[in-house]
């Protein structure tokens, strides 16, 4: 590809795509075809991430594209305080070269003297700055060459060239992929796609069938006014891994936080398939999440730190869902009765002696054996609810009984 016509090239992709592998390659080859002797190009952005510090594309000669993810805290965090990015930004410069030829060289950076012993030659770095407002402050892109002479006058002036270009498409990339991953992180990822397609006005919502899934941490607002608040987080935050989990591997998405507890949905896209397997789902969901809780609670048990015991609650109902809230701060969620009756059947676990209710109406949907609990009232409600919980298996029995009708309530 011709160079004159690469920003162009680079513009048209950006705009329709958001493929940085296929722009990366495209950029290098275009520059190795135009006679640059580039044998590695590393693209290198910060992400915001609550996993991944930052990323590197790196594009080699004959090789093609591989993708490196560093994590937060991981052991490639002491590699970026070694690196030649990080000594231009700690000087506030934007563009450096070094000869890694040299007997000596100038700098004791890890990452140059791996690519020396790989043949590398001559090594270019620009720093490009974004405007300000989030964490994704710039972008680092290096190129190597393995050519004896380095890189002349002329490339570098070819490069500087067509390099605005390439770090605005990266800009549109990273700023494209962020935006997702921030909403998927924030709000769930169904929930994320549904607002990034448009569904974002307020009262614009849809009624769904839907299995809720409700728990709670029993005991935390007395154990945190008596712990230090940073020991208090660790330990939700553990607590919600071992509850939340099982949720997005059955299928689920958790729409919110409340506090020490969280609300999960299981859509049912066929509301009149009995048995459920979404309420099934649900179900293996809660059961699950209990199982991995209480695994956590005897690891602490162990360690002599305290325990959190949780509840949860499967209920099923048609519920409203999409945006609430004021003009300009909304909540995409779930209203309706079926949620208020999840919450009030939630608030007798305790009373009940159970860990897990199981809703009437979720019951009449699911497979499994389920053990009578009780009936309840519920306020609101012109009648009492029958509860259930599921009974104990023998150890060794890890799947429930499954039918094809109505579940086998026996104790």
């Known amino acids: 590809m011709d160079l004159t016509l690469l920003g162009r090239w680079i513009a048209e992709h950006a705009t329709a795509t958001d493929d940085h592998d296929l722009l990366l390659t ?3 080859e275009a520059l190795a075809g135009a006679g640059i002797p580039v044998w590695r190009v590393s693209v290198m952005t910060p ?7 930052g990323v590197s594309l790196n594009w080699h000669a004959g090789e093609g594209m591989s993708f490196v993810a560093n994590a937060h805290g991981s052991d490639e965090e002491s590699d970026w305080l070694f690196s030649p990015v990080y000594a ?7 563009f450096g070269r070094w000869r890694l030829d040299a007997p000596d060289l100038e700098a004791d950076f890890p990452v140059l003297k791996a ?3 790989q043949g590398g030659v001559d090594y270019v770095l ?13 972008i ?10 380095g890189f002349t006058e002329g490339h570098l002036s070819a490069i500087a060239d067509v390099l605005p270009f390439l770090t605005l498409a990266i800009a549109k990339i990273g700023l494209a992929h962020t935006f997702r991953e921030v909403s998927a992180t924030y709000l769930g990822r169904s929930t994320a796609e549904r607002i990034l397609n448009g569904q974002i006005r307020r009262g614009e919502g849809r009624a769904v069938p839907a299995a809720i899934l409700l728990t709670d941490l029993r005991g935390f607002t007395a154990l945190a006014d008596r712990v230090d608040p940073a020991d208090m987080v660790t330990w939700l935050n553990e607590h919600f891994d071992a509850l939340g989990d099982p949720v997005a591997r ?8 409340l506090g020490d507890g969280f609300l999960a949905i299981f859509p049912v896209p066929d509301a009149g398939t009995l048995p459920c397997p979404v309420c099934g789902g649900a179900l293996d969901a809660a059961i699950d999440g209990l199982a991995a809780n209480a695994a956590l609670n005897a690891r602490r048990r162990t360690a002599g730190l305290p325990e959190l015991a949780a509840e949860c609650v499967v209920h099923f109902g048609t519920v409203i869902y999409g945006n609430v809230g004021t003009e300009r701060r909304l909540d995409f969620t779930i209203i309706g009765r079926a949620v208020n009756e999840a919450s009030r059947i939630e608030s007798q676990c305790a009373a009940l002696g159970h860990e897990l209710l199981v809703s009437d109406s979720f019951a009449e949907r699911c497979a499994r054996r389920l053990e009578p609990v009780g009936t309840i009232d519920l306020r609101g409600l012109s009648r009492p609810m029958r509860v259930w919980t599921v009974p104990e298996e023998p150890s060794g029995a890890a ?13």
């Open 88 to 94: 231009l930004v700690e000087k506030g410069e934007t």
């Open 140 to 149: 680092a892109v290096s190129f190597c060459t393995r050519d004896v002479s």
């Open 115 to 117: 690519l020396g012993a």
């Open 47 to 53: 992400a915001l991430d609550p996993m991944l510090r």
């Open 26 to 28: 495209g950029f290098c």
């Open 250 to 257: 059955h299928g689920g998405e958790i729409l919110k936080f």
């Open 126 to 138: 620009h720093i490009v700055e974004f405007a300000p407002g989030t964490a994704l402050q710039g």
């Open 399 to 411: 799947s429930a009984e499954q039918g094809t009708g109505s579940p086998a309530r026996t104790v």
